[in-house]
């Protein structure tokens, strides 16, 4: 991208802040919507559709990324971006609304965040994520998906006939919501991720701390809007489902795609701080998920501050 006056770079980002909270209203209406119509559970649709469509700025800029720039964008956007999903996107919603964490969630889904994270780190602990590394997470990434399947199905045969007549009609304008809801959300991260990108590169920042504050603070926007949108809304499985599929995307999707496309390079500084980092935060957020079976507000506060630390400490 060419670079622009401070204004317009100001501009962007402001245009994509707008963008963002109007793509997250459209989305999780329309997503809540769909769920009730076809009988899925919210925390299911949060974990799924809205997951994995909130990842698609993670993917962009991680391929684009990696093809024209380097790899340590992708990384650090993807690395960042987890912590920042934990740290801000869990503990500002917690901090709206206390979240209640559904046993589906818990028991099917956050053992794949954990292992995406366990993954991530042991993979690239040699200080390289290559083809066969890439595979791996790609494999990791289809018993995922096969496990949700199952459990959508499951939930489908459980449904009484009485129970269906009684669910809406799917309307093809919450279907046009949700789709409208995703571009407006990777338009918005996009014009955000532009303008703060060249605002930091003309002030001389390293591409890795670019992709893990700027990028990834700007790819965890749509969670964080999504989430904030539905904790707001009173919809709390989606916040929660959402930050645990994306986290799980964001490794196995995103990191997958891009080790098979082009090897990752992993430095001494992201093995020795970054990653330790990553699973610190995703332990932390297992403990409080399992305690009580709620993110309560002081859980918040406390992710909030944690997350606060962390880019304090990546200042150079």
């Known amino acids: 991208m060419l670079p622009g006056s401070p204004l317009v770079e100001l501009l962007l980002i402001a245009g994509g802040v707008a963008l963002l909270y109007a793509g997250a209203e459209l989305l999780v209406s329309g997503a809540s919507d769909l769920a009730l119509a076809v009988g899925l559970k919210a925390s299911t649709v949060g974990v799924t559709v809205v997951a994995f469509a909130t990842t698609a700025p993670e993917l962009f ?9 380097s790899t340590d964008i992708g990384l650090g956007a ?32 956050v053992p794949f965040m ?12 040699d200080g ?21 399947l199952r459990n959508v199905q499951q939930n489908q045969s459980a449904i009484s ?18 789709v409208g809801g995703i571009v407006a959300l990777v338009l918005g991260s996009r014009w955000l991720i532009d303008g703060g990108e ?18 990834a603070l700007g790819t965890s926007l749509p969670e964080l809007a999504a989430s904030v949108v539905a904790a707001v809304r009173d919809e709390a499985e989606f916040s929660v489902g959402n930050v645990v599929g994306s986290n799980i995307y964001n490794v196995l999707a995103v990191i997958g795609i891009v080790a098979v ?8 500084a992201v093995r020795g701080f970054e990653f330790p980092a990553l699973l610190a ?32 400490l990546l200042l150079p």
């Not at 954990?114 to 602990?125: I, S």
């Open 61 to 69: 800029v991680s391929l684009l990324g990696a093809v024209t720039v």
């Open 161 to 178: 006939e009485a129970e269906r007549d009684e669910m809406p009609d799917p309307k093809a304008r919450d279907a046009a919501a949700v």
């Open 128 to 148: 390289r994520i290559g083809l066969v590394d890439g595979v791996v997470l790609l494999g990791a990434l289809v018993a995922f998906t096969a496990a949700v």
């Open 281 to 312: 935060f995703t332990a932390v957020a297992v403990a409080m998920m399992a305690y009580g079976e709620r993110i309560t507000r002081v859980d918040g506060a406390v992710l909030v501050v944690g997350y606060g630390v962390f880019v304090y």
């Open 114 to 125: 954990v292992l995406a994270a366990l993954l991530l780190v042991g993979l690239g602990w």
């Open 78 to 109: 993807v690395v960042g971006s987890n912590v920042a999903n934990i740290g801000l996107v869990l503990g500002v919603s917690a901090l709206i609304r206390p979240l209640d964490v559904s046993d589906t969630v818990f028991r099917r889904h």
């Open 198 to 215: 060249s605002l930091l590169s003309a002030a001389g920042f390293s591409d890795i701390f670019i992709g893990l504050t700027v990028l």
């Open 261 to 268: 496309v082009t090897p990752i390079g992993v430095s001494p």
